[in-house]
């Protein structure tokens, strides 16, 4: 539609040319930026506004770190490098996990809290059935928000009983399990999870995990999230630890029966312990069957049936509240990214996103305002924490599928794009600001690319 332009003309539409198609005729918004763009562009060109950004070669040292011996050396545009070779002992193994920290980007600058830990540095707990490790802000102090577990089952065994403080969000990594779970009118709960798939329970909502072997005759793994940075797994409300710490005579008065009845419940919590493989789901729910029926809200949501939306260069799924009614407190974004592909330049405006990287290698530089940014890699098992606001990318720095979740401490899902934003402002806005052609910034995509 073409619009009459009653806006105050600016220096862009002060040739005779462009101030004639204005004042005599009425002409479309395409066409102002067009002559705009005739106009702006050289005269921006021509007159910066401060000292231009470096070209440095700022690419990541990944692969050459596998290849080479690392080193502290970075190259300048100019100038040679910057740095040198290390001379004294080198872990190895370790600066090649880590290239952008032995050899940061020139963008780098500033003080940046670290921002990545791997399920490979904490501590495991060993159990006759599995295992389980965690990150907390004990291991991670920028992230205050949330904590996380992986925990591994053999077949049949149980992630006992249990409930605790903070709201669990779960996604299947391997294998399968059996969920339970009860609600505070009676209602119950159970269901079988997959690979791809998810479980939520609020906080205070008993439960337990099981294995099962008809996907992989070895069990289950998964990562569980925790919407409170401080939380431990070690700190959960556990029914044998409850039970082996109530008197007996309490116990045989509110189950009514004799004392005996408790001789041999454990000592000590069990927490995983190995059992038989659980019969079919539809005799589990007829056995547990309620005189109050099941939750109105499902704690499970199968996210791997829901296919992923296609994009430029990779694909997304997203589930938050508005599509798992009970998860009120995390939202979740399941991100995959092609080879050569990046997650573009975006923030999120007040929560903060735990990630954890599920297949490949992987890029991000935090932007903490204020001249600081920090640049990290990881690899499948890290974990990455971005707090509110930060700008950030996630890059494919590796030849295959990067997978990862985003995971964030509320009920819905935002992000904000810097290309829409920039697409969405008046062209000649942006390009005072960056001294971009105005064609360019004109042809910026005004709909939110996600993966490029």
């Known amino acids: 539609m073409?619009?009459?332009?009653?806006?105050?003309?600016?220096?862009?539409?002060?040739?005779?040319?462009?101030?004639?198609?204005?004042?005599?005729?009425?002409?479309?918004?395409?066409?102002?930026?067009?002559?705009?763009?005739?106009?702006?562009?050289?005269?921006?060109?021509?007159?910066p506004t401060g000292a231009y950004a470096s070209d440095d070669p700022n690419d990541s040292y990944y692969d050459l770190f596998q290849e080479e011996t690392p080193e502290a050396v970075r190259t300048r545009v100019g100038l040679g490098p910057l740095g040198a070779d290390i001379l004294g002992p080198q872990n190895i193994p370790m600066e090649e996990q880590y290239?952008?920290?032995?050899?940061?980007?020139?963008?780098?600058?500033?003080?940046?809290?670290n921002s990545k830990w791997s399920f490979s540095?904490?501590?495991?707990?060993?159990?006759?059935?599995?295992?389980?490790?965690?990150?907390?802000?004990?291991?991670?102090?920028?992230?205050?928000t949330m904590a996380g577990v992986n925990m591994r089952l053999t077949a049949g065994s149980i992630r006992e009983m249990h409930w605790h403080t903070a709201a669990e969000w779960s996604y299947m990594l391997a294998g399968s399990a059996r969920i339970t779970a009860i609600n505070a009118d009676g209602r119950n709960y159970i269901q079988d999870i997959y690979p791809g798939d998810l479980w939520y329970f609020p906080a205070g909502?008993?439960?337990?995990?099981?294995?099962?072997?008809?996907?992989n005759p070895e069990g289950c793994e998964f990562l569980l999230v925790f919407d409170n940075g401080a939380f431990s797994e070690d700190s959960t409300f556990m029914l044998s630890d409850w039970l082996a710490h109530t008197p007996k005579e309490v116990l045989a008065k509110n189950f009514h029966t004799d004392i005996s009845m408790f001789n041999h419940i454990p000592e000590n919590a069990l927490y995983i312990f190995p059992a038989p493989v659980p019969p079919s789901i539809e005799v589990d729910c007829e056995l547990a069957d309620g005189p109050t029926g099941t939750t109105p809200s499902p704690y499970a949501f199968h996210l791997s049936q829901i296919p992923?939306?296609?994009?430029?260069?990779?694909?997304?799924?997203?589930?938050?509240?508005?599509?798992?009614?009970?998860?009120?407190?995390?939202?979740?974004a399941e991100v995959t990214v092609n080879a050569g592909g990046l997650r573009e330049l975006h923030w999120h405006p007040t929560q903060p996103e735990w990630t954890f990287f599920i297949e490949g290698e992987a890029r991000i530089t935090s932007f903490a305002s204020s001249a600081s940014a920090r640049t990290f890699t990881y690899q499948a098992g890290d974990i990455a924490y971005i707090p509110p606001s930060y700008g950030h990318y996630v890059e494919n720095i590796g030849n295959s599928t990067l997978k990862f979740l985003e995971i964030f401490n509320s009920p819905y899902y935002q992000d904000i794009s810097l290309t829409q934003w920039l697409a969405l402002t008046p062209p000649e806005m942006v390009s005072a600001h960056l001294q971009l052609p105005i064609d360019f910034v004109m042809s910026l995509n005004k709909t939110k690319a996600v993966v490029v």
């Open 308 to 332: 992923g939306t296609p994009l430029e260069g990779g694909s997304v799924k997203v589930v938050d509240s508005r599509t798992f009614t009970v998860s009120t407190t995390i939202s979740a």
């Open 99 to 113: 290239p952008d920290l032995l050899a940061p980007p020139s963008t780098d600058a500033g003080t940046v809290l």
């Open 121 to 144: 540095q904490s501590h495991n707990r060993l159990q006759s059935g599995g295992w389980a490790r965690q990150q907390t802000e004990t291991d991670m102090p920028i992230a205050t």
């Open 205 to 215: 909502i008993p439960h337990s995990i099981q294995a099962l072997n008809d996907t």
């Open 2 to 47: 073409r619009i009459l332009l009653s806006v105050v003309l600016t220096a862009a539409f002060t040739t005779p040319r462009s101030l004639a198609a204005v004042m005599e005729k009425r002409i479309t918004y395409a066409e102002a930026s067009a002559i705009a763009a005739s106009n702006i562009a050289p005269a921006l060109a021509a007159t």
